[in-house]
């Protein structure tokens, strides 16, 4: 079932949210598509008998840097722009909460959006209260979330910082990552998985559990074969969004002090403004 749809939706966590939807762990879903995918996902949607509603825009997407091809940012365009932008699709089995979704998009009601995806409520407050100022930065909440969690250990359901690696049990952003709302949801997510592919879902855990350092701007970096002992982290393997010189650096040292948080010390220098998160 999971190949399957990986052929029709393209990456696993477009794919995911479309397996939740078939067992009814979520009732609506927002994705977006590209002219060809969209003539597939409608032939699924058909033989499935999901609801499916289009957009009446295309969305550009604008990469984030240091993200890999990833973009957190997407710009809204008409529906006959010449370029090759995306749909949004909303699908559902209730043809009503695919139009209404539809129409709440359009209207920009972020809220009423995110309430009508039955996200937690605190993490729709958060997105809400964050949102103007994150859309000036790259609409990436890892670290507005990181400050407003405890400490820096958490549970590997709520590692949400390693999206950009196509590994998530989530769909919105947690407004903290100890937020309880949302390390359930992930865990009844992680069940789904479970019953359809042992495989996947062991890769899934492996990839989750570990500590991840993150950068707005430098990169996103997963470290394996690891040691942490009063707070110097030792690893022998690194998955990156990105090819830099601070790859290099963590590469020929294969350590770093964990100063809080927000703040390493690699070689002797103290790199700030990053978030160091460890989820087992
Ligand atoms: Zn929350």
Known sequence: MIDKLLKIFGNYTRSLEILYLLNDIKKLVRLDANEVELKN????????NLHL????????????????????VAKKVPINYPGSGLYHIY???????????????????????????????????????????????????ILLALNNSEGFKFSFYINYAIRYFDITLLSHFPHSFNCQKSIEIAK???????????????KFETML????????????????????????????????????????????????????????????EIIEDVGFMLFN
């Open 41 to 48: 996902i409608k032939d699924f949607c058909n033989k499935e």
């Open 91 to 141: 699908i559902s089995k209730d043809k009503n909460k695919a139009k209404f979704l539809k129409l709440l998009e359009y209207k920009n009601d972020d809220k009423a959006v995110g309430e009508l995806l039955d996200y937690p409520q605190c993490c729709v407050d958060f997105f809400m209260e964050n949102k103007e100022k994150q859309q000036k930065i790259q609409n990436d909440f």
């Open 188 to 202: 009844i997510n992680f069940e789904c998985i479970k019953k359809y592919s042992n495989e996947l879902v062991n």
């Open 209 to 268: 559990k570990g500590p991840v350092l993150y950068t707005e701007n430098n990169g996103v970096f997963m470290f394996k074969d690891y040691k942490l002992n009063n707070n110097i982290l030792e690893f022998n393997e690194i998955n990156s969004t990105i090819n830099n010189d601070l790859l290099e650096l963590l590469n020929e040292n294969k350590k770093f002090e964990i100063v809080d948080k927000n703040r390493i010390k690699l070689k002797n």
């Open 53 to 72: 509603e289009i957009s009446d825009f295309k969305v550009i997407k604008i990469m984030d840097k240091g993200k890999g091809s990833y973009a957190n």
